[in-house]
Structures are given as structure tokens and as C-alpha cells.
């Protein structure tokens, strides 16, 4: 793995990493190297678009840092990179309180009305009309 | 909360918060909300730039469904909407094993050289210059 974004502030470094991702194909080709490297020929393959829009994607992950090159110099295959989307998770980190938060509400809301509900029909069964 | 992006893919979805938080200034919008709500008067206090510009921002912020606005229609507060976030984590999740792996990886690497180098100095020591 090649030293990343040295110079890059890690504000640049998120940037560049959420714009890379800001791409379904771009995903794709991370979640198929995620089960194996692969060179820039087997990365088009699935996909319906042309091996010089493939390497455009490519280009963009690598100045990521999401993704880097192996040392075969003729496969050039392309390796998965997570130190990007480290950083990502500890960025979301921050705002976990926010998600986990709600969640908590929604269920006190949904037990609350649960509740409401129970008493109800118990009302109900007891006023049974003669 | 407003219900968001009823007609778009979990794709879509996931392009539109990457895409929103490829920003620096989004981010420090993001940052500010999860202390509280605040008016768009108090969003673009902290920045350096004009209110069209940070309007311009919370637009990108909404469309992704990232902040909201509240009922009080005079302050028409932004409020952080969690939920992308919450679907970024998960997404990453599929990830997690890689950059734990690597660090596991970087961590046995460590103790091999530490290792090595114990028992290089042990030899020194040993065959010590008469």
C-alpha cells in the first residue's frame, strides 16, 4: 500500500473519498474487489460501459486512496483499499448518538401506542354492548 | 421527520448523501445541527460566505435528506436527519472487515519485527568485541 494523500488535509482526504463514492459504479467496483483483486479487463466485465470509462472510475478511487495498484506489471490488478472508508466510519462515528437516538424514540413512541392501544380494546371488551 | 426519497433506490439514495457530504462546509453544517437546531441566519454566522451560498448548501442537505426543516415558520429551523447516516454506516459495515483485518495484518508485522530485533540485540550482546 502506497502512502496516501500525504499532503492532503484529513478534511480533502473526506472529500476526495465521499465524492469517489458518490458513484454506483464506482461502489461496484469496490464491492467486487472486496472479494479479490482484480485487473482493469475483469473489473469491466460486468459492467456495460467501456474499459476507458472504467479506468475514468478507476482514476478517481485511486487519488482516493480507495483503491491501489498490485506489482504484476502486466495484470496491474487493482486491490481494495479500506484506510478511506476507516476514516468515513470514524467520521460517522460522531453523529451515531444521532441515529441510535431516534431508534430509542421510536420505540418508546411505538410502545407507548402499543400500550394506548391495549387499553382501548380492554375498554372495549368491558363496555360490550348488551 | 418528512418521509425522503420515497421513489428513489437505496443507489440513488446512497449517491445523493455521498455526493452532499463531499463537502467541507456541509460537513460544518452537519457538525453545528447535531448541537441543535439553528436558522439559516445562524447556520452562515460561522462561515465566511453569503447567505445564497449557504441556502445553496442546505438545499444540497435536504435533497439528500440529511437536515429538515421545522414547523416554526419564521426561524424555519434546520433540523440533522440521521437516517443517511444510517444507511452510509451500514453500507460500510460490508467493509469493516477489511480495514480490521489490515490493522490485525499491520499488528503481526509489528510483533515479527519487534521479535526480530530483540533477538538481533540478544546476539549483539552476546558475541560482544573482545
Known amino acids: 500500500m502506497e502512502p496516501r494523500g500525504g499532503s492532503l488535509t484529513a478534511a480533502s482526504r473526506l472529500d476526495a473519498t465521499f465524492a469517489a463514492l458518490a458513484d ?14 482484480a485487473s482493469v479487463t475483469e473489473l469491466a466485465e460486468p459492467f456495460a460501459i467501456s474499459q476507458p470509462a472504467i479506468s ?4 478517481v478511487l485511486e487519488r482516493a486512496g480507495l483503491i491501489s495498484r498490485g506489482r504484476d506489471a502486466q495484470r496491474r490488478p487493482r486491490r481494495l483499499e479500506a484506510a478511506p472508508l476507516a476514516e468515513v466510519t470514524r467520521w460517522l462515528d460522531e453523529y451515531r448518538r444521532f441515529w441510535e437516538g431516534s431508534f430509542q424514540r421510536l420505540d418508546a413512541v411505538l410502545d407507548e401506542l402499543k400500550a394506548e392501544r391495549k387499553r382501548e380494546s380492554t375498554g372495549r371488551k368491558r363496555k360490550k354492548r348488551p
Open 24 to 37: 454506483p459504479t464506482r461502489r461496484a467496483i469496490l464491492a467486487r474487489l472486496a472479494s479479490g483483486d
Open 56 to 59: 475514468k472510475h478507476l482514476k
